[in-house]
């Protein structure tokens, strides 16, 4: 699956509704902009609304009038956050986009045991990047949500991302366990952690994918790294999912790939009851455009469920 | 500096010998041959001569019978490992460089109690990159041979890289320490240690450069990102110098920037008596010369001190 097959998944399915907390960043609109004409989701906007018409006029945001969109009126970035949640919950709406405040108000909203929108789960970070020279898209989890995950948390951070991405299109995704060397080494906990969720998808403790590692980055995406080096495995060079070793490890490699690789990325926190989308505000309207396609993707509409999916 | 004034440079200087052990594998001579051709260094290799004379015929290595290279019959990879090791501390070579045997071999030769280029101080790995979209190389410690480092060796670790770049023609080099945030957060060890390194370099701890972290690798990269993030930092954007929190998180970048940044890389082995080229066979020939001209440019010759270096 490439960024484009991605776009054509999405633009097939019925459209979502995306619940744009505080929207008052012309941001925000250049996305919902793009977003409508691809057709590919409604929003609703809250946010105090002489703000929000100010930051959609300076967008030069042509669908304020639109029946796609709906405008709720919130006096500030606590009630955004809560309505936009309340959307989601009152099935509004299916998918949370950060609109202009801090992420750590949005997640508080999300987390918060009354209200929010808590599954038990785990809150990760999907990644998902569009490089010039792969011809799949590789996402990497998780770069930015999870600090010091032990062994239980990354094996939910591997099912969290491995149920979006086969949502999104990939029926069996190939996880790679990053790490720093190939071989199970007892002075690298990464490669230990490595060799036991292995057995643990052996075993049925996590689902629908095929897990190996640990592997280095080049034996994870190529094909000619991993021969050279004799390994046998059906995840080498050809991975869809990195799971990487630490919040570091990843977020240094998502900003390399960003910065030197030439990537396009989109990326969203996963294991909520709703997709988040929490793109900062310097992201390019490409890479929101991406984050919200990921999202709207994950969502099982409810024409899908009574399909039986 | 770029790959081309770290060349310029390296020609300048008097020409070093780099002492190759075990150079029995053609790749070896590919590499010789274009280093002797630009002129930047003369050659021992020590192997058993059989197997060196066909690696060499079959790599077409024109060089055979020049002044400039040496040959020495050794039975097997220790006793070359040990020769070329005896060389350096014999003055008659000043660069020890990883022919065709397994890196833990040479290292061990190299750390040996009796014998070896023990200097007291920690071995470490300084990988150097040219890319296409950077004025100037990147260089990034350490993501090969220290697996988790401590604050201690994180000192040593930097202030090892800086003298081996700054040897090569950076004056004062900017370094970077690295995290997934920049602001200093108790939950995040690496923060901790970047606020102790900077201390230390403003106490005279670590010499010769200007440290600042935790720095993200997009701040310490781009300018335009540390602005967008109010950095007020003289390293920022412009890092000569990037210290990874992890070698997972070290080597992921590193192989990120060689697989989808069109990175071309050298690196080498520092804190020893001579600078160690270890690169792998499945390096390409401009890596090897890269990892050459570092390990060549750290030597400082004897005429340099002699004018006071």
Chains 1, 2 share one sequence.
Not at 130 to 146: C, E, G, Q, V
Not at 147 to 153: E, G, K, M
Not at 278 to 301: E, N, P, Q, Y
Request: net charge neutral; hydrophobic share 45%.
């Amino acid at each position: 699956m490439n960024l484009e097959t991605l776009f054509q998944k999405v633009k097939k399915q019925p459209t979502e509704t995306v619940a744009v907390a505080h929207a008052v960043d012309p941001s925000v609109f250049l996305t919902a902009e793009r977003a409508i004409e691809e057709d590919i989701a409604s929003f609703i906007f809250t946010g105090p609304r002489e703000e929000m018409e100010k930051a959609a006029k300076k967008a030069g945001f042509s669908f304020r009038h639109d029946p796609r969109v709906q405008w709720i009126n919130t006096p500030d970035e606590n009630s955004s956050a809560n309505k936009a949640i309340e959307l989601i919950k009152e099935h509004h709406a299916s998918v949370l986009m950060k609109g202009m405040l801090p992420t750590a108000v949005l997640l508080k909203a999300v987390l918060k045991k009354e209200g929010g929108l808590r599954t038990g789960n785990i809150l990760s970070h999907v990644a998902g990047f569009s490089l010039p020279h792969r011809n799949k898209l590789l996402f990497i989890t998780d770069s930015a949500m999870n600090i010091s995950p032990d062994l239980t948390d990354k094996t939910a951070i591997v099912q969290n991302a491995v149920t979006a991405v086969k949502r999104m299109g990939v029926s069996k995704p190939k996880v790679a366990i990053l790490a720093a060397v190939e071989t199970v080494n007892t002075n690298m906990p990464a490669t230990l952690d490595a060799a036991s969720l292995v057995q643990m998808s052996k075993r049925g403790q996590i689902n629908d994918c095929v897990i190996d590692g640990p592997l280095g980055f080049d034996s994870a995406v190529s094909t000619e790294a991993a021969e050279q080096k004799n390994i046998q495995s059906s995840v080498a060079g050809q991975a869809d999912i990195l799971l990487v070793p630490s919040i570091e490890a990843g977020n240094i490699l998502y900003k390399s790939l960003t910065y030197f690789a030439g990537a396009t990325v989109g990326g969203l926190l996963v294991g909520a009851r709703a997709a988040v989308v929490v793109s900062s505000r310097s992201d390019s309207v490409d890479s929101k455009l991406f984050s919200l396609a990921m999202a709207i993707s994950t969502k099982i509409s409810k024409k899908s469920i009574t399909q039986g999916e």
